[in-house]
């Protein structure tokens, strides 16, 4: 028998009136997306375009708002994370890349639950094996390859 993997998962919504997958969606996304079990809680933080471009100037340093923000916090005893989504460019892209609603948040959640785990995208070695997991794990579900587009 398969042990279920336990991570504590908490929604914080700072914005509404925007599309957002269900809680037990993506809760599913996460569980499949949690490949290295050090992850102990994952809290899902939906923002606006102004909080997530303030969020990307102070730790990155990069003046525009993103579609996901990632933030690992190890210490001795556990490892927990926090993503940042923003509901409205999720969206957006979501049409303008020709996706389904589900495809564009299942690859940002999983793309975001990597990182947590330290997977990077710096170096196009990384950034290939990235994608290509992402790929798997979206098939997985039955999802279609978010890097090809509509």
Known sequence: ?????????????????????????????????????ILSQVNIIFVGQQRIRTLNKKYLNNDYATNALTFPNYDENSSSGDIVLCPIIINQEAKKFGLS????????????????QGYTHEVTKNRLNMEKLEIKLLADMNYGNPYVRG
Do not use: G
């Open 101 to 116: 609603s589900n495809l564009r948040w299942a690859h940002m959640i999983i793309h975001s639950m990597l990182h947590l």
């Open 1 to 37: 028998m398969k042990k279920e993997k336990k991570i504590k998962i908490n929604y914080i919504t700072y914005i509404s009136k925007h599309y957002i997958p269900s809680a037990q969606t993506m809760k599913k996304w996460i569980l499949i997306s949690s490949m290295k079990e």
